[in-house]
C-alpha cells in the first residue's frame, strides 16, 4: 500500500511555503513591471513624485516653468524616464571633498 502524504509532513510544509514565496516574489515584479512603449518607459505624476519624494505640486510647478519636459493626454500626465533621469544628471553638483 502507498503512503499517505499528509499536511504535516515536513516536504509538504516546505513546498507549500516555498509556492508561497515564489507567489509573493511574481506578485511583486508584476506590480513594478512597467510596460515599454518604443523602448521608454513611462511616468504618471504620482509615481515620479513617489519616486523623487516631492508632491504632486512641485511637479506642477516644473512643469509650468518648463523644467520637466512631458505629455499631457487626456488629462493624463506622462513623464518620459530618460527625460527624468537627464534632469536629474544636468542637475548634480559633486562634493567638494
Not at 511583486?28 to 519624494?53: H, Y
Not at 516631492?54 to 519636459?69: A, E, K, P, V
Request: aromatic letters at 12%; one cysteine or more; proline letters at 3%.
Amino acid at each position: 500500500m502507498e503512503d499517505v502524504i499528509l499536511e504535516k509532513n515536513p516536504q509538504v510544509i516546505t513546498f507549500f511555503q516555498t509556492m508561497e514565496s515564489l507567489l509573493t516574489n511574481i506578485e511583486n515584479m508584476a506590480g513594478n513591471c512597467r510596460p515599454f512603449l518604443n523602448g521608454e518607459r513611462f511616468m504618471t505624476d504620482k509615481q515620479l513624485a513617489d519616486i523623487l519624494k516631492i508632491s504632486r505640486r512641485t511637479l506642477q510647478d516644473y512643469r509650468t516653468n518648463g523644467i520637466l519636459s512631458y505629455y499631457l493626454l487626456g488629462g493624463k500626465v506622462l513623464y518620459k524616464e530618460s527625460d527624468v533621469q537627464k534632469l536629474l544628471e544636468d542637475n548634480y553638483y559633486p562634493s567638494y571633498k
